[in-house]
């Protein structure tokens, strides 16, 4: 999984298209970010919710799919959680 094929993945469970941000800070929304080192070091992937401005459980890895499957799983809980995907019987 990664930055091209994870919305393809949040549809399959259904989250819906305007909570996430792949690549741009938005609003309302969880943001999926690449961010450059300006020393010139290896790059980094960035995933936070982002309300009014302000960033809330942010968290910052070395790997591009690492952070695709973070966000992926904590959106596919949410989902979870709130009866909208379940164990198939």
Known sequence: ???ESIKRWLDAVGVPEEVV??????DNAWCLLRSEDPG??????EVFWREQGNRYDW???SNEQV??????????????ARGAVGVLP
């Open 21 to 26: 941000s792949i690549g741009a800070e938005a």
């Open 67 to 80: 952070a695709c499957h973070y966000l992926f799983g904590r959106l596919a809980w949410a989902q979870v």
């Open 40 to 45: 010139g070091g290896e790059a980094t992937w």
């Open 59 to 61: 968290a910052r890895f």
């Open 1 to 3: 999984m990664n930055t």
